[in-house]
């Protein structure tokens, strides 16, 4: 299971009951701004910081995610970029 963006460590104390260990091989995936709320996820937990991507390393992850054999005209790639853009260098955005 994946939660994102957990802003605050009361969300997470809320969301953290309907997740027991139930020591079964399951996990949970929680990602956060907030180191607060990355180091009280569990006291076993590795909190692993993502650096911010460069643009021509936004740009090439999107394309590798998205675009696999696709050809792009002008219009689309012009869009595409836009969007990458937006994403402000973050990964998972």
């Given at each position: 299971v994946?939660?994102?963006d957990v802003w605050d460590r009361e969300a997470w104390?809320?969301?953290k009951r309907?997740?027991?260990?139930?020591k079964n091989g399951s996990r949970v995936i929680?990602?956060?701004r907030n180191?607060?709320?990355a180091?009280?996820?569990?006291?076993?937990t590795y909190a692993h910081k993502l650096?911010?991507?460069?643009?021509?390393?936004?740009?090439q992850l999107f394309c590798e995610k998205t675009l696999h054999s696709i050809k792009m005209d002008e219009g689309l790639e012009k869009l595409a970029r836009e969007?990458?853009?937006k994403c402000d260098g973050l990964p998972l955005a």
């Open positions: 994946v939660i994102d104390a809320s969301l309907a997740f027991p260990d139930n929680v990602t956060t180191k607060e709320v180091q009280r996820v569990d006291e076993r650096r911010y991507l460069r643009s021509d390393e936004s740009w969007m990458v853009q």
